[in-house]
């Protein structure tokens, strides 16, 4: 970052990531930290929170994915952080927990944002932590509800290899297009691209 950030965001970065660094011996100790509003953020999930309006709006999600990873927040933290977050903090908690976790403590968020409007949120949802634990159900609906919102997919992380033989996605987009078709609307671009890539192996 020190080449994208001017000189006071420089400081206050360092400053940021100075008191993140305390925070995670504890947090990867395990220690629960309360989820609820009343309890008081810590230092440096202030500077979460503030890290557009100093470090510059295009550089917050970089910001904040850096200060989690040094923090290394646990599941109780992060949900906290997401719960009571704007917009753009729960796209970075959401973007950061394929550094922070590796088992499927943080579904519900990645389901959360799979339910919002929010394109920002449902792209970072279908990034790597969403790949690797999202079943299959929710997997393909996910691949939906892109299509739906107009997020591209090539924010769904590892959608060849989940694609590929993936004959319920295939009904199911074959589905969509024959909706679409019949009520005279547009067919996305990117269905005809996922439906190539359910065809299976031996069929390829």
């Known amino acids: 970052m020190d080449g994208r950030l001017d000189a006071p965001a420089r400081t206050w970065l360092s400053e940021a990531l100075a008191e993140a660094s305390t925070a ?10 309360p989820a609820g509003p009343l309890a008081a953020p810590a230092a440096w999930e202030l500077r979460f929170a503030s890290a557009g309006r100093h470090c ?10 850096l200060l989690l990873r040094t923090a290394r927040p646990g599941p109780d933290a992060l949900t906290r952080l997401y719960r009571f ?6 796209r970075a908690v959401l973007l950061a927990l394929t550094f922070l976790l590796s088992g499927p403590e943080a579904l519900p968020l990645v389901e959360d944002a799979l339910r919002a409007n929010d394109t920002r949120l449902v ?3 279908v990034g790597p932590y969403g790949a690797t634990h999202l079943d299959p159900h929710a ?3 996910a691949v ?6 107009g997020v591209s997919l090539d924010a769904v992380a590892g959608l060849a290899s989940r694609a590929r033989g993936d004959t319920e996605l295939a009904r199911m987009l074959g589905d969509l297009a024959a909706e679409r078709t019949a009520a005279g609307r547009p067919v996305p671009g990117d269905l005809h691209r996922v439906l190539a890539l359910t065809v299976p192996p031996e069929d390829s």
């Open 56 to 65: 510059g709006g295009e550089h917050a999600d970089a910001v904040r994915v």
């Open 144 to 149: 939906l509800k892109c299509l739906f919102t």
């Open 139 to 141: 997997w393909r609906h």
């Open 123 to 125: 792209a970072a949802a």
């Open 85 to 90: 977050g704007d917009a753009a903090e729960r």
């Open 24 to 33: 995670a011996p504890a947090e990867a100790a395990g220690e629960r930290i």
